[in-house]
Each structure stands twice: as C-alpha cells, then as structure tokens.
C-alpha cells in the first residue's frame, strides 16, 4: 500500500520555472482553486477524472501546481482540445522543446493537465506538508474513487476530511512542539476500505526558503558507463558539485529564467554505487550553501541472471633454494572498477590478495621461509560484491637448477693424454700450405735415392766385368 513519489524530471520542472512556481506560496489551507481552474471530464474508460487549467493554478492556485509538477511528473498528461493535443507532457516537451514554447505563448488559457496513473493502488496522488506562522497545512490530491480522507497528527489526534468535487483537501492545525516526530500519516479510503497511505515529513517554511537545491534528476547508462545529472537551482548559486561512487565533477550554473539556474553534469566511466545515490552540493562564492542526496536512476543494466563469467589461468613454479613459488596468470573478464577481489591461497596456507592490472594480468612471489607445506597446488578464490563466484586449482612445478660438474683428476689426467695425442697427429698430417712446394721437395728426394740406386747397380756391373 505504501508508495514512494516518483522524481520529477527537468524538463518538467522547466515548465514549473516558465510558470513561475519555482518557489512555491503555500495557499491559505482554507482556499479552494477557483471553478475555472478545475473541470471533471470522462476518460476512454468511461471514469471521471478531473482535468487542471495551467493559467488558473499558476495564478491562485500554486501549490497545487506545484504537487503536480513535482511529484507526478511520470503521470502528468497535456490537454489542449484546440489543437487536438492529448499527450505525456514530459515526452512532449523534451522531444518538441520549439512547439512546446509556441503551444504555451498560444495557449496559455486553453492548456489543461490531468494525472494518469498506471498503478491501481495508488490513490493518493499528491500530497505536501508546511509550517507557516505556527500552523501547519496539508493540502492533496486524490483520485476520484476516494469517498475520505484521513490525516493523523504528530501526536496522534485524526482529522477527517472529505476529498473536493476537484479530488481535493486541504487540512490546517495548530503546529506541534519540538518532542513530537515532525510527520503525519495520510490515509485514503474508498468507503471503509483503506486503499493508500503515506508518511509525509512536516517542513517549516523558513528552512524551505534556504533551501537552493529546487529540482534534480539523474540518469546512469550502466551500459555505457555514464552518468548524468541535471538540475535547477535558485540564482545566486555558482557551483554545483556532483560526487558518485568515488568520483566528483564541478559544473557551473547558467541562468535559465529569472530567479533561476541550471546545471548540468556528466560523469564517464563510472560503475553503479552500492546504494545508487549521488550526492549534490551546491556553492555560492567559494561557500557551500547547499546539499542534498538523490537517487541515482539506472538504465540499461544488465541482466543479473547473466553474470559475468571469469577464467583463471595461472602458472606456479616452486623454487626450494629460495624457499618461494613464483605466481603469474591472468583474470579473463576482470574489470578493477568492479567491486571484485582476487586471492591466493598458498599451499602453506597463507592467504593474499592480489591487484592485477587493466588486462587482469597479475604476478607476485609467495615465500615460506620457516614454514613447510605438503600441498602439491595453489588456490585462487575471486569474489564479487563479497560473494564467491570463481575457484581455481594451480598444480606447482618445480624449477630445476643445472649446476657445473667439477672436474676430478683423473679426468684431468685423460685431458692430457688427449692433448698429447692431439699433438702426435698434427705431426703426421701434411702440411696445409703450399702443397706444390711440400710435393717438390719429396719428390728431389726421391730422385736423389734413385740415383744412388743407379750408381750401385753401375759399380755391381764393373765387378762382374
């Protein structure tokens, strides 16, 4: 039954600073917007539903317009039956921001709006708190089906209310003192049934009027990483200051319309924060006057059935002289921006954790000097948003160190009996440089033996004579 208000956007809340509502005046309790202002027409559905005049709220009925503008900027239609006009206003005026313009300086008397909602359990359209001159007024909006309404006060006491021909109420009473909890309860009926109820927070005026922060919206494209955050401020601001999940940006303010600034922020690579909130500062030369926490809206998220899927890969090499295993590997899929963490588990038992790079490459040496271990692998533990969601089993290596063999004497005794040899057969080999000389040489010799031989064989033949 409980419902939260949706977040009005800045093209709507643009609209409210052409009408000049941006700072709101809270009606007498008591006042009921003019006939003109309002009128009950019957929708596709055959239901009646009531239709407000743009020119007749902004001028005696600003509060209601306000609401409207405020806290059902998703379900506010545009009404204008002269040009055949029956659209979503917020589409319509960040699409045709020109004919938008050209349709109010026109139109202005015919533009008429009317609340649409998509969820049947909400009947409670709108609804506001205020202090003023020690009394608090509540005024609303409800549906057509609500026959009462019910407001319970800060301490306790109810007050009954039966919702205007326009859908209608407005409540005043004397404001509580400082124990009482500054909210009331209101409560919507259809005859004795309770169809819809809202806590509404009770603020003073005066702090109202300090506040500088009038509208923000902000958009974060899960896909593309981007966040956006736009704003209207009173004038007098100079800066505004948008911080999300780690990382701040300044932007300056422009002038929108008269009284009125604007802001607008881009924040590129970020991921989407825990609690999905940004906060919002807003300075006035040099000085913060400002600031507020908004949620952050999320589009194109992933689907979370579809996780992202890791792979580790890894070596781990045992080094026994040094008493350390040498780790590298990768994480497929890693993104440091992510709130994942890596572990390794040594076979010691020893747990760390790991850092790895834009690439998910990573490489650390485990040491376990004093300490011994039977294990034969590692392990890898990666978590996302502290959940489990891979392990890993790495076998250890071990590297293999290749000393030199000492020589011993008697190898050093076969050394010299080589080199010996070694020698004896460059004696026999032929000599490798002129081999025509080397053979002339052998061949006189030769022929000088020969002629010896002669010479016998002639002194052998003078015996015989």
């Not at 902004?58 to 306000?66: E, H, M, S």
């Not at 545009?78 to 109010?104: C, D, S």
Request: proline residues 3%.
């Amino acid at each position: 039954m409980k419902k939260y208000m949706t977040k009005p956007v800045l093209a709507v809340v643009t609209a409210a600073g052409i009408l000049g509502c941006l700072t709101p005046i809270f009606a007498d309790a008591s006042s009921i917007a003019s006939p003109s202002a309002t009128k009950v027409v019957m929708n596709d559905e055959g239901k009646q539903v009531t239709r407000y005049n743009l020119k007749e709220l902004a001028q005696n009925d600003p509060t209601t317009l306000n609401m409207l503008l405020k806290n059902q900027a998703d379900h506010l239609y545009i009404i204008v039956e002269e040009i055949n006009l029956n659209t979503k206003l917020q589409t319509f005026m960040e699409e045709n921001k020109a004919e938008w313009e050209r349709i109010y300086n026109e139109y202005y008397s015919d533009i008429w709006l009317e609340v649409r909602l998509t969820d049947n359990d909400e009947e409670i359209v709108s609804v506001n708190a205020k202090t003023e001159n020690n009394k608090v007024y509540i005024k609303g909006i409800v549906t057509s089906d609500v026959t009462k309404v019910v407001v319970k006060k800060p301490n306790s006491d109810i007050i009954e209310v039966v919702p205007t021909d326009e859908n209608s109420f407005t409540v005043s009473f004397e404001a509580p003192d400082a124990s009482y909890e500054p909210y009331v309860t209101v409560s919507a009926y259809e005859g004795s049934k309770l169809v819809d109820s809202e806590k509404v927070k009770i603020v003073p005026k005066a702090e109202e009027d300090k506040e500088m922060i009038i509208h923000t919206m902000s958009v974060l494209d899960a896909k593309k990483k981007e966040l956006k955050v736009k704003g209207i401020v009173k004038q007098g601001a100079d800066k505004v200051t948008v911080t999300y999940n780690g990382v701040k940006k300044d932007a300056s303010v422009k002038k929108l319309w008269d009284g009125v600034g604007s802001f607008t922020v881009s924040v590129k690579d970020v991921q989407a924060a825990k609690d999905q909130k940004a906060l919002i500062e807003v300075y006035e030369d040099g000085k913060k006057v400002d600031s507020e926490s908004v949620q952050v809206e999320i589009v194109n998220a992933p689907d979370k059935d579809q996780a992202t899927e890791y792979t580790i890969k890894a070596t781990a090499v045992n080094n026994p002289a040094a008493k350390s295993i040498q780790v590298k590997g990768t994480v497929s899929g890693w993104n440091k921006k992510d709130d994942t963490e890596l572990f390794v588990i040594a076979p010691d038992g020893q747990k760390k954790e790991i850092e790895p790079n834009d690439k998910g490459e990573f490489s650390l040496t485990l040491s376990y000097k004093n300490r011994s271990f039977s294990a034969k692998s590692i392990q890898f533990a990666l978590y996302e948003d502290d959940k489990l969601v891979k392990k890993a089993d790495v076998a250890l290596s071990t590297k293999v160190i290749v000393e030199p063999v000492k020589p011993t004497d008697e190898d050093e005794d076969d050394d010299d009996d080589k080199k010996k040899k070694e020698k004896g057969k460059q004696k026999d080999k032929h000599p490798n440089g002129n081999a025509y000389g080397y053979w002339k040489k052998h061949d006189k010799h030769h022929d000088d033996d020969n002629d010896q031989d002669d010479d016998d064989d002639e002194d052998h033949d003078d015996d015989r004579d």
